[in-house]
DNA sequence: CAAACTATCTATAACGC
DNA sequence: TGCGTTATAGATAGTTT
């Protein structure tokens, strides 16, 4: 997506592979949510930012 | 996407709850390989269909 | 610098075989 | 039932504020 088609190989400036990664993060957590509202599955997701940071989606249709 | 807005709630009709499934499995597995490779990110992804197969995702920086 | 914008690319809902 | 196509909604790379 975007103004250009993105190779999929490591981003190399350092700012902008964290903001693609902020980016990117909220997506993913997103559709991973759809996915498990839309067809009522359990899915779990987890990132580790080079930060230490970690990010956390757990969605279960048991809710 | 798609044809028309989808809302964001159970699908109700088994088979195209399964297909969508299928399709948004591949699609979600896909980003999350693309954000580990791109931000250099660990990512572990799991989802368990009603159907009791699991799926799972697993991309590291270190490989 | 981060938040918002927008042009463009990608994912996918409905459809066709 | 499953796989490929098409039209369109959604995500996002680069830009602007």
Same mark, same amino acid.
């Given at each position: 997506?975007? !103004?250009?088609? =993105?190779?999929? %190989?490591?981003? +190399?400036?350092?700012?902008?592979?964290? *903001?693609?990664?902020?980016?990117? !993060?909220?997506? =993913?957590?997103? %559709?991973?949510? +759809?996915?498990?509202?839309?067809?009522? *599955?359990?899915?779990?997701?987890?990132?580790?930012?080079?930060?230490?940071?970690?990010?956390?989606?757990?969605?279960?249709?048991?809710?």
């Amino acid at each position: 997506m975007g !103004r250009v088609k =993105l190779q999929i %190989k490591r981003i +190399e400036n350092n700012t902008n592979r964290q *903001v693609t990664y902020s980016k990117r !993060r909220n997506g =993913l957590m997103k %559709k991973a949510f +759809e996915i498990s509202v839309l067809c009522e *599955v359990d899915v779990g997701l987890l990132m580790f930012s080079p930060s230490g940071r970690v990010s956390v989606f757990a969605g279960n249709n048991k809710r």
